[in-house]
T-cell receptor, first 116, second 110 residues
Framework: GAVVSQHPSWVICKSGTSVKIECRSL??????MFWYRQFPKQSLMLMAT?????????EQGVEKDKFLINHASLTLSTLTVTSAHPEDSSFYIC????????????FGPGTRLTVL | TQLLEQSPQFLSIQEGENLTVYCNSS?????LQWYRQEPGEGPVLLVT?????EVKKLKRLTFQFGDARKDSSLHITAAQPGDTGLYLC??????????FGTGTRLTIIP
């Protein structure tokens, strides 16, 4: 149980285009999902907290107008990278909190974004 | 922002050797988690420690949470090539958010 999927697993796009990444909790509901970014050989950095039915909370330094987050249901959150640039190339990972009163998050397999 | 420093940053040892990875912070966490991440994949939870001084064992892996809940260690006995990966500690701040450590990249040489 507690499986989180991401789609696509990898994407290559041209500079200036927008890319949408989906994060789904497959066998549980998650009122809270998290989006992380990981650059090569670095750790995970939290970008934003996605709450079902409300606006996302962004970490300091993360542009909310560039990284649009929508958490439309208890099993789906999406991250849209708008007007992507090469410096946005990274590994994007989501996680979902089943809300069991613990600090447990279940992580997706990640999405590799390459912006040309 | 709370910082979690891991040491060493890189570690390459021979199969069969023992090793310890450290995770240190100046802040107190409600719990601390250890993950292993393979290239191109998301992190996989190994263990969660909650109580100061707590020790948990997972086969050849031993995890310890510091008495003050500011630091943790991961000890691997008789390392195997399958232990190779990026080890990440993450502290929970009590508000659902996790702060990840700087990571330790472990390579076990057959």
């Amino acid at each position: 149980g507690a499986v989180v999927s991401q789609h696509p697993s990898w994407v290559i796009c041209k500079s200036g285009t927008s890319v949408k990444i989906e994060c789904r909790s497959l066998d549980f509901q998650a009122t809270t999902m998290f989006w992380y970014r990981q650059f090569p050989k670095q750790s995970l950095m939290l970008m934003a907290t996605s709450n079902e039915g409300s606006k996302a909370t962004y970490e300091q330094g993360v542009e909310k107008d560039k990284f649009l987050i929508n958490h439309a249901s208890l099993t789906l959150s999406t991250l849209t990278v708008t007007s992507a640039h090469p410096e946005d190339s990274s590994f994007y990972i989501c996680s979902a909190d089943p809300g069991q009163g613990t600090d447990t998050q279940y992580f997706g397999p990640g999405t590799r974004l390459t912006v040309l | 922002t709370q910082l979690l420093e891991q040491s060493p940053q890189f570690l390459s040892i021979q199969e069969g050797e023992n090793l310890t990875v450290y995770c240190n912070s100046s802040s107190v966490f409600s719990s601390l988690q250890w993950y292993r991440q393979e290239p191109g994949e998301g992190p996989v939870l190994l263990v969660t420690v909650v109580t100061g001084g707590e020790v948990k064992k997972l086969k050849r892996l031993t995890f310890q949470f510091g008495d003050a809940r500011k630091d943790s260690s991961l000890h691997i006995t008789a390392a195997q090539p399958g232990d190779t990966g990026l080890y990440l500690c993450a502290g929970a701040e009590g508000n659902e958010k996790l702060t990840f450590g700087t990571g330790t990249r472990l390579t076990i040489i057959p």
